[in-house]
């Protein structure tokens, strides 16, 4: 795939020392570890760093992880901040661009710029976050390009031998997203008739714009700077470059895919009995329908209603991993028993031709709403009497299917077990830092229906708009 060093974490370990050396030993390049030592000798077992040219300017490469994690017997990780400390000045005199692989989490990520000053850049793993745009602390970026083959995080930087990036850096992205409001505040003036205050609102904000403008080009002069993007593994994201990487994704995914379909079916779910002595069973959206359309319709439209289009996209509907928070009463009392009647609905209803392609929807908003609408379509045409996929009526409301114990259906309200509240907490079981990461339930404008900057076509994913409860 045109790899040229691997950070080693503790997982890398989980088939022993012996496995781990016989991959290395197949491959084309360089397994870093600058903490992880032989426990006798404390010697590294792997190359501790490594320096590479690249168009003239020197790069030296070394890699830590976190110092608390236990690896197999015999081998031991020594402190990464001391380890961080001595292969900065081993290699500052060595080279221009010093980057560090680490492999601790964000918030050690942060500590250690803390700690250790000369890391010009830090690439870091094991907590599957991303960050869309670098962190900077003084004049160390941090990125993480999350986990599981999901972004390739790509950074070009701009090198100037002797200078460093600058630590005043954090303004000039500040600056950068002050532009971006000016610019959108300017569009809509532009589209206002120009009266007197309009002409005068419009002027004040060109000069403000290019008051900024002066200022980010001269912060810019001071230090060495970069562009950073996560690609998306899309094909066009690709465009003319390497495919190699992408076609060998999705032929793994692919290949995940069949053996996941295996493992989906499993045990039906007994209902949950409550005190009661009723049973409780998740419904799902058909059932709702019923007696609340007025909620159902604003759902439908939602894309909490279709969330398995992207993971069909993906070649990931099927993916337990992924399952678990697109769907509804997964492995949970009442759930569902299989999705067998997935694979071929989606493929009828979406269209084979998407399947697995990685077109990344936000980008391509026609087609993502075109997807929906027709997946949306389906299944309200549909003869299931249960329909577990997509995020549901029951995700927020808990399962409200209520038998009595002869197996009679009773109303729902009869029951008094049954949550009377959505509450942060039920969004939050999904809407994790790592799946989601600008969700915050008092602040995302998402959740009121206001469009966030940037983004066209918002909506609130359910009807209750103003009852959100804290
Ligand atoms: C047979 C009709 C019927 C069906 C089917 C039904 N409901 Fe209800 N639901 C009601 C009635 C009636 C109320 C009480 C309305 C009121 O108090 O204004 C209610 C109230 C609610 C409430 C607000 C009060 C509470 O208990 O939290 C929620 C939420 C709710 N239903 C969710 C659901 C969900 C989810 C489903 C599908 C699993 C569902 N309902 C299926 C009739 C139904
Ligand atoms: C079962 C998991 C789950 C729960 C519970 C859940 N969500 Fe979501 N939510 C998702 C998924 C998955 C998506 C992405 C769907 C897609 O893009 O297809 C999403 C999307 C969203 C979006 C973006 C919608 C858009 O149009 O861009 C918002 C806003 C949102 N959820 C808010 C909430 C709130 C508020 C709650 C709690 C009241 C909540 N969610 C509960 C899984 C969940
Ligand atoms: C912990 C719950 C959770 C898990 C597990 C999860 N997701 Fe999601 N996913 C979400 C939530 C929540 C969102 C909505 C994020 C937002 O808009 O803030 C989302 C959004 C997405 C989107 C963006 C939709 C779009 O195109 O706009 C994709 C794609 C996606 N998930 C794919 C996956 C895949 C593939 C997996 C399995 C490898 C997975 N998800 C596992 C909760 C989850
Ligand atoms: C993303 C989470 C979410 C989903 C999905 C969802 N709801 Fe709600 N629902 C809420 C919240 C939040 C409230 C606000 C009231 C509260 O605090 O419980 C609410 C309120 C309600 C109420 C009370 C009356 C009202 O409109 O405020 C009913 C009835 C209801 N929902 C039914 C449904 C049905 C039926 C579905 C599926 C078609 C559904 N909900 C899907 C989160 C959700």
Same mark, same amino acid.
């Given at each position: ?18 496995f ?23 010697? &590294? ?18 890699? $830590? ?9 015999g081998?031991?990780v ?18 221009? $661009? ?102 005068r609102?419009?002027?004040?904000l ?144 979406l ?9 990344e ?57 049954? &949550? ?20 915050n ?12 900057l940037?983004?066209k ?12 409860? &804290?």
């Amino acid at each position: 795939m045109g790899f040229q060093v691997l950070g080693l974490g503790e997982t890398d370990f989980a088939l022993g020392l012996d496995f781990l050396l016989k991959l290395k030993a197949k491959a084309q390049f360089s397994f870093l570890s600058s903490n992880i030592v032989d426990s006798k000798t404390e010697k &590294p077992i792997f190359e501790p760093y490594v320096v590479r040219e690249v168009r003239g300017i020197k790069i030296g490469i070394f890699s $830590v992880i976190d110092s608390s994690f236990v690896l197999p017997e015999g081998i031991k990780v020594l402190d990464s901040v001391a380890t961080s400390q001595k292969m900065v000045q081993e290699l500052s005199s060595k080279v221009d $661009v010093i980057i560090a692989l680490t492999h601790q989490g964000l918030a050690k990520d942060v500590e250690l710029t803390q700690k250790v000053s000369g890391i010009d850049i830090m690439i870091g793993g094991h907590d599957k976050q991303h960050l869309d745009q670098p962190t900077q602390i003084k004049s160390t970026l941090i990125l993480e390009s999350g986990d599981q083959g999901k972004y390739v995080g790509v950074l070009n930087i701009f090198w100037k031998k002797g200078s460093h990036f600058n630590s005043e850096m954090e303004t000039v992205v500040l600056d950068q997203a002050k532009l971006a409001q000016i610019d959108e505040k300017l569009s809509q003036l532009r589209a206002m008739t120009k009266d007197d205050l309009v002409a005068r609102q419009e002027q004040e904000l060109l000069r403000q714009k290019w008051d900024l403008e002066q200022k980010l080009e001269l912060m810019k002069a001071k230090g060495n700077s970069y562009q950073h993007e996560l690609v998306a593994l899309d094909l066009e994201a690709f465009g003319d470059g390497d495919k190699r990487v992408f076609k060998a994704v999705q032929a793994f995914k692919k290949s995940l895919a069949s053996i996941q379909k295996k493992g989906v079916a499993g045990p039906s779910l007994e209902p949950r009995v409550t005190q009661q002595g009723n049973r409780v069973e998740v419904a799902t959206y058909k059932k709702c329908s019923v007696c609340h359309k007025e909620q159902y319709d604003v759902w439908k439209e939602s894309k909490h209603a279709s969330a398995v289009v992207p993971l069909y996209i993906r070649n990931q509907h099927l993916n337990p991993e992924c399952i678990v928070c697109h769907s509804v009463g997964f492995h949970e009392p009442g759930g569902f028993k299989d999705l067998g009647y997935l694979e071929s609905f989606l493929d009828k209803t979406l269209g084979k031709k998407h399947k697995g392609s990685m077109v990344e929807l936000r980008d391509h908003p026609e087609l993502d709403q075109k997807l929906r609408r027709q997946y949306v379509e389906a299944i309200e045409k549909a003869p299931f009497k249960k329909d577990f996929i997509g995020v549901q009526c029951e995700n927020c409301h808990s399962p409200r299917g209520v038998k009595d114990a002869l197996g009679q259906e009773l109303p729902h309200q009869v029951e008094t077990e049954l &949550p009377k509240k959505v509450v942060a907490q039920s969004c939050l079981k999904c809407h994790t830092p790592s799946q989601s990461p600008a969700f915050n339930f008092e602040k995302d404008l998402r959740i009121l229906g206001q469009r966030p900057l940037g983004e066209k076509d918002a909506k609130a994913p359910f009807h209750c708009k103003v009852k959100v409860a &804290p």
